[in-house]
């Protein structure tokens, strides 16, 4: 009876121990990638007390495409997660104790050959949102959502990192099809277009 009840405990803590490390497993991140820390600026919400709103997904994603030049990206489904490790993978999850809130949305551009994401985190304050930043250059980054295309070439993307008062957003935007060696595609309007949600923040800073 004993040699069972052992069996059984090696067994459910060996299977806990690979839940943890397939949720930890690297994810891609984006190989271009441009990060910007908090300013001046964003001062009247550089704290979740001074913007103690919470987001809604009807206060970032209105829009059913965004749109930059030629290109346009069709809204293909959002969330709003409470458990904000659930977003990001490696570094970025260690710094991410003060995180209340993460919203994310991701598009598709009407032929399907590119997709994108939007992820908004809810931090404590400034400080904490320049820290996600540097670790979402350095060491971590955030995960693709469920429903992304199985074809995603997420290592190929490129992504736009900002600190906004106690917000981060990330803005990544992939080729759904593998991209040849040595080819580097051409991902400026759609990452302009999912940019472009940030500026929703700035309607915050005038309240």
Known sequence: M???ITVVVLAVVAGAGVFLWLRDEPAPRAAVLRA???TAHYAPIATRALDPR??????LFDRPTVSAGTTRLALKGTEDLADCAEAAWGGARDVLGGCTQVLRARYETQD???WGQFVIFNLADSAAADALVAALGRDGFVRPAPGAPGGLDGAHGWAQVR???HFVTVSWVAPVAPVAPGKRPDLTYPQVALDGLSLVIQRR???
């Not at 919470?54 to 206060?59: D, H, I, K, Q, W």
């Open 54 to 59: 919470p987001l809604t997904v009807a206060e």
């Open 205 to 207: 800073l005038v309240r």
């Open 36 to 38: 910007e820390t908090g």
């Open 112 to 114: 399907g050959t590119v």
């Open 163 to 165: 600190a906004l008062g």
């Open 2 to 4: 004993r040699t069972w």
